[in-house]
């Protein structure tokens, strides 16, 4: 398996504060992504990044961000959360057409 | 717009044959690839398709037809592990940077 490990696991917020969400992985892969899952909508892409301080957004970045200051780590910040970012979030790493993914992050925003 | 379509749910009995649609629509494609993805679990990547034709890889096929914006998954001698959600998605360019866009993902359920 890849090496990629999210944390935290569970967290559970109130509205309106900040968290953040990091994914680490030790496969040296140049490609990071943030997902969003919900019933329903599949997999959305939040943000990624395709090396070091270069990220862009995906097609769900409102109300996020992210930073990447090393090849190992990309974060993905709420600066306000709210309720409808209640889900299970998803990092995942490429080198090639196949992605690995984590292990996933619930995040309840009450 | 981008869209993927996939059906929601199928139903198949252990050991038959099933097949798993998925239709896209985007600006721009390179690629069709299908994750498959358990109750709790994260997806795991099972096949991409870059070129025509069928892709085989044990008991799962996955098979690509640009001409029609099409593709399948096909999963054989059916297990009860098999089920699970099975996504299709759509890489839309060459480079990895290109963002790769998720179908909304079919429950695959299995009878005994």
């Known amino acids: 398996d890849a090496g990629i490990t999210q944390s935290p696991r569970h967290k559970v917020t109130e509205t309106g504060t900040p968290v953040t969400l990091r994914c680490h992985q030790t496969e040296n892969h140049r490609y990071m992504y943030w997902y969003r899952q919900d019933p329903g909508h599949g997999l959305r892409l939040i943000h990624y990044s395709y090396g070091v301080k270069d990220t862009d957004k995906g097609e769900v970045s409102d109300g996020y961000s992210v930073s990447r200051s090393k090849t190992e780590d990309f974060l993905l910040t709420l600066e306000s959360a709210t309720s409808s970012q209640t889900s299970v979030y998803f990092c995942a790493i490429s080198n090639t057409n196949e992605q690995f993914f984590g292990p996933g992050t619930r995040l309840t925003v009450l | 717009g981008q869209s993927l379509e996939q059906p929601s749910e199928v139903t198949a009995v252990e050991g038959a044959i099933v097949q798993i649609n998925c239709t896209y629509q985007?600006?721009?494609?390179?690629?069709l690839s299908w994750y498959q993805q358990h109750d709790g679990g994260a997806p795991t990547f099972l096949s991409y398709?870059?070129?025509?034709g069928l892709e085989e890889t044990g008991r799962f096929s996955s098979f690509l037809s640009r001409s029609d914006s099409y593709g399948y998954l096909l999963l054989q001698e059916l297990q009860m592990k098999d089920s699970a959600s099975y996504f299709c998605a759509v890489h839309r360019g060459v480079n990895r940077d290109d963002k790769i866009i998720f179908g909304k993902g079919t429950r695959l359920h299995i009878l005994p």
């Open positions: 398709n870059a070129l025509d």
């Open positions: 985007t600006s721009g494609f390179y690629g």
